[in-house]
């Protein structure tokens, strides 16, 4: 079945600094891949996707590239900040779901100023 | 347009006890699902409808009963609450014959059982 594992978390940043959040799915076909953000209280809200191998999804300043050979789709952002603090969660939609998503563990990010 | 609405924001039940969490979407959406979130954990799809009429089990469905007479309305019924029941719960929708396959999110009930 379809699975996605996100880095470890919780990640701690100075606000300004680099951002990766690492993922990698296993999936059979070729699924689209997602990153949902939910903040303090709130429901997740997509922050980006990437439809076929080698897009870039971006928004916000984030950045993630559908990489097949390695079956990832990192997260980065080169500087965040305070506003950016919130849990981040991988996703995959595979091609007969019926549009069910596959959910990594998500990671939570706190900045500081 | 309030986009996915959910009630209550919160609840505590006693073991046993049965509830009806409602959702409710106004952006006419085909695809309708109930997610789990258990802390540390990614979310897990308890059911799903792709229409009035229509719903299926998804990777967690014990426990638990849904209906969808109207494409608007998506509620989650709890029989017999078990404290493994205790977590957040999101309800989501889509239409992804619009052309887009982006989920839309509610604001989650927190339910904890006793």
């Known amino acids: 079945g379809n699975s996605v594992t996100q880095m470890e978390g919780p990640v701690t940043l100075s606000e300004e600094a680099f951002l990766t959040i690492n993922c990698t799915y296993t999936?059979?076909?070729?699924?689209?891949l997602f990153w949902y953000v939910q903040y303090p209280g709130e429901g997740l809200q997509l922050l980006l996707k990437?439809?076929?191998?080698?897009d870039k999804g971006s928004n916000k300043g984030f950045e993630a590239t559908y990489r097949k050979e390695t079956t990832s789709f990192h997260l980065e952002k080169g500087s965040v900040q305070v506003s950016d603090s919130a849990v981040y969660f991988c996703?995959?939609?595979?091609?007969?779901?019926?549009?069910?998503?596959?959910f990594g563990q998500g990671t939570i990010l706190t900045v500081h100023p | 347009n309030a986009g996915v609405t959910q009630t209550p924001k919160f609840r505590i039940l006693k073991i046993g006890q049965s509830m009806t969490l409602q959702c409710t979407q106004d952006?006419?959406?085909?695809?309708m699902y109930w997610y789990r979130q258990d802390p540390g954990m990614g979310l897990k799809l308890i059911y799903y409808?792709?229409?009035?009429?229509?719903?299926d089990k998804g990777e967690v469905p014990n426990g638990y009963n849904v209906s969808r007479s109207t494409t608007e309305d998506f509620p989650l019924r709890l029989e017999l609450a078990a404290p493994s029941q205790t977590s957040v719960y999101f309800c989501?929708?889509?239409?992804?014959?619009?052309?887009?396959?982006?989920?839309?999110f509610g604001p989650g009930t927190r339910l904890t059982v006793t």
């Open positions: 989501a929708s889509s239409n992804p014959g619009q052309g887009s396959d982006e989920q839309y």
């Open positions: 999936a059979t076909g070729y699924p689209s």
């Open positions: 990437a439809t076929k191998a080698d």
């Open positions: 996703a995959l939609r595979g091609g007969t779901s019926y549009g069910k998503l596959t």
């Open positions: 952006m006419n959406h085909n695809y």
């Open positions: 409808s792709v229409g009035a009429g229509i719903t």
